[in-house]
């Protein structure tokens, strides 16, 4: 009975807060169709996971509204071939969701309490193309570069310049940029066949802060 209440509320989500606000691309729709959300918050606010909003995961950290888990998930483009960095793992739920349309996935937390019990449940739940490093995200992680795509989940005052050098040519970027914390706006940038960067402004959003120490 509990799984499929919370199959029908995931089904809900997708239809009445991605698809009727202009998410599209059906492997996005699809993936978080599957992935169990509220196995990635904590149990009292499990049968909350598939509302229109943020959720507390501890450490002041929040699992971010699915609209926006979608729409930046939806930037990117995707691609089977893809190597992504994500700066920010928090719970792990955005991590799930890239692992089902890349090929690897580095994401970055610097809390370690986070970054170990995500990593836990990610093993758990077989996304094993997934690796959780306990590392500040400000300067990215060199040892993986280039990647096809970075997603920062947490807004900088400004775009750190290690994550621009390691996006690849032809790359795309997705990063909450702000000097006020909790008002920012996504920034897409991309990089050209030739490394020529290109930056646009997207959506105002509300992100905790990204700490660059």
Request: aromatic letters at 6%.
């Amino acid at each position: 009975m509990h799984k499929t209440f919370m199959e029908n509320l995931r089904k809900d989500m997708v239809e009445n807060q991605l698809r009727q606000r202009g998410i599209t691309d059906d492997h996005v729709l699809d993936a978080m169709g599957t992935i169990p959300r509220h196995l990635f918050v904590n149990e009292d606010l499990q049968n909350e996971a598939y509302m229109d909003g943020p959720l507390p995961i501890g450490f002041g950290q929040t699992i971010s509204q699915p609209y926006i888990v979608a729409y930046m998930t939806e930037i990117l483009k995707l691609e089977q071939q893809h190597s992504v960095l994500e700066v920010g793992t928090g719970c792990g739920y955005q991590a799930a969701v890239l692992s089902s349309l890349a090929q690897k996935v580095i994401s970055l937390e610097r809390i370690k309490e986070l970054a170990l019990s995500s990593r836990k449940q990610l093993q758990e739940l077989g996304f094993a193309n997934v690796d959780v490093i306990n590392a500040n995200g400000w300067n990215g992680y060199q040892k993986g570069a280039p990647y096809d795509r970075i997603i920062v989940t947490a807004g900088a005052k400004k775009v750190p310049e290690a994550l621009i050098d390691q996006l690849a040519n032809s790359g795309i970027m997705v990063i909450p940029v702000g000097k006020i914390m909790f008002s920012q706006t996504l920034r897409i940038i991309s990089k050209d066949n030739n490394g020529n960067v290109i930056k646009k402004k997207s959506l105002p959003v509300r992100f905790v802060r990204l700490v660059n120490k």
